[in-house]
């Protein structure tokens, strides 16, 4: 009975930070993470690890211009480009195992 109640409260605040974030067609997985039909764009919000854990987005995902010290919790795939420059990163490890578009880390550690 608790586990359930833990994965309501789960539930919720994905909820609610996709909507903080702007994120709008996605679906939660079995393991919290989320499915993106579309872009994800969050960036410049002073970030030091992401708000969400991601699986796979469609579109877009730029996590650029924050203080991102890991890229763990960054989606599996992206149907689009990967955007996390301007960050703190010193590794690629939890980056994207396949990307469509783009690829950009510089600025970086």
Known sequence: MIKMFEQFINEEETHMLCREYNIK????NSDGSI????????????????????????????CSDNLLTTLEDCPKEVGGGFYCYGNQLTSLEGCPKEVGGGFNCSDNR
Do not use: A, M, W
């Open 25 to 28: 067609k996605y679906s939660i």
């Open 35 to 62: 499915d993106v039909n579309g872009n994800v764009f969050i960036t410049n919000t002073n970030l030091t690890k992401l708000p969400l854990k991601f699986n796979k987005v469609s579109g877009i995902f730029d």
